[in-house]
């Protein structure tokens, strides 16, 4: 009850000692005119008083008002010691003022601080008695501002610890009519009472942040309030505007390494841009030893670079040539695929670009960058094995079942549009051997064998949206029908394999097979589904 019954006789004691204080000076001015001398005295209640009851009621409002001083004046230093020793308890003040007398309970080492203070300014401002209590008056008013403005901050803000069984009546006037009192009289006060006012804050302030900030753990409401209200409504605003940015203009993400596939990527990706009105990041990571310094690294690269043309300055001049927007870093890393899979973690690219040259199939291939960015990466990944791509007329697809047959389809279908190219979808029918064609029997079975697969064909590519002609072969070995059927064709585009991870380590996956050994450039393309 005492959260409750505290604020109501605070609140109740201020309203009766307001209605007295109105009645007392409703008083003095029907007792005397407005031009009476008497009324501007400072002694004007003592005059009153004995004009009525004489020597005796002049001696009892002077000692009503002496002990009026001194109960103020206790009032005072009970609550500023108690602030003393509050600031000592959260460190924010030396733990000298955090002591608790053994007998009274009572901080006494903050009263004792707080009282001599006190009279060492009576000593020294003793003539300047008037501008003491001005400033003393500013900062209350100051205080009973931010005690106002805190109301309404705590109210929003409403942390977890604030559950407060007194709510403000009349909530947000009484707050706002108090605040703004407080500043109404604040104004009016004396200049040097604001400048010797606003020197002490000031002071106290550097104070604070240059002693004090590194060692207090709490979290002002404010705080949470400025996050909460502004900060984070920010941060959605711009994450939404960065998404409806990727949405408008999506991010194709190109990593490059090697001069022999610089070319041939930019020709894949230049393609894919354009069809999806995307933008190109070129990406030319540098791996440097364990044992190298990043900084050692980015200066030997900026040398270079001063020297030569870099590979990526070549790619930023070829892609402008094609009419794609596009940027570039270079970053220096210990481990390349990490730098990677970092920018497109920033980025989120709607696809990763990758070249390969060389061996697809030894065991050595699962240690290497591509296949690293290919386990970990959130997004589609497109692998280009080189193996001279030039004009690209003829597109050949196998087709499977799962998800990266079918992004494979639509990279096709992008593909073939921007380069005027036909697209050739494939399905392979493993048969029971060629000695099983020698009977009609067989014959007829290979032939509906053949039928499912054309009709396979032709449901994946409904399904894709994608228009190319079909053809379905039954064969005994799926990798060389592939690569038989892609003798007169200039791009292979093939899904990522999800065999047994096993087998495909020892004996490698299909695409890996057919990267080795067609004689055309492959793409072989994993979904993020």
Partial sequence: MAGRNLPLALVGSVTVVTLIYC???????????????????????????????????????????????VSSANASIMAASRISFAMGRDHLMPDWFNQIHLRFRTPYRSIAATGGLTLILLVVLGSRLELLAEVAAFLSLLLYALTCLACMVMRHASPDWYRPTFRTPAYPIVPILGLLGCIFV?????????????????????????FLRGRTQLVGASNMLWHRKVIEPLIARAENYMTAR?????????????????????????????EHRARLHLV???????????????????????????????????????????????LIAHNVPSAILSVADMEGPDLILMGWHGEVRSPRTHRTNVANVLKVANCNVLVLKDNGLNEVRRILVPVGSGPHSKLGLRV??????????????????????????????????L????????????????????????????????????????????????????????????????????????????????SKA
């Fill in 23 to 69: 009645a007392v000076e409703f008083c003095v001015v029907g007792m005397l005119v407005y031009n009476d001398p008497t009324m501007a005295s400072e002694t004007v209640l003592m005059e009153l008083a004995r004009t009525l009851m004489g020597q005796t009621g002049h001696v009892l409002v002077l000692l009503g008002g002496i002990l009026a001083t």
């Fill in 186 to 210: 604040i104004v009016i006060t004396s200049r040097p009472t604001l400048l010797i006012g606003f020197a002490i804050i000031s002071a106290t302030l550097i104070w604070y942040i240059l």
């Fill in 246 to 274: 990727r949405e408008a203009f999506p991010v194709i993400l190109v990593p490059m390494a090697n001069p022999q596939t610089e070319r041939s990527l930019l020709k894949v990706g230049a393609a894919l841009a354009r």
């Fill in 284 to 330: 030319h990571v540098l791996s440097v030893p364990t044992q190298t310094p990043l900084e050692a690294g980015r200066m030997e690269f900026e040398e270079m670079r001063h020297q030569k043309e870099t590979l990526l300055d070549v790619a930023l001049r070829r892609a402008a040539d094609q009419g794609v927007r596009a940027w570039g870093n270079a």
């Fill in 412 to 445: 096709a279908h992008e593909l073939a549009k921007e380069w005027g190219a036909s697209i050739t979808a494939m399905a392979v029918q493993v048969g029971r051997g060629y000695s099983a064609s020698r009977s009609d029997f067989d014959r007829e079975s």
């Fill in 447 to 526: 032939q509906f064998f053949q039928g499912l697969a054309e009709e396979f064909i032709r449901d994946a590519l409904t399904e894709a949206g994608v228009t190319a002609e079909v053809q379905a072969v039954i064969d005994t070995d799926v990798d060389q029908a592939i690569i038989n059927a892609s003798a007169n064709q200039d791009l292979i585009i093939i899904g990522a394999s999800n065999n047994w991870f096993l087998r495909q380590w020892l004996f490698g996956s299909i695409p890996d097979r057919v990267a080795n050994r067609a004689s055309a450039s492959v793409l072989m393309v994993r």
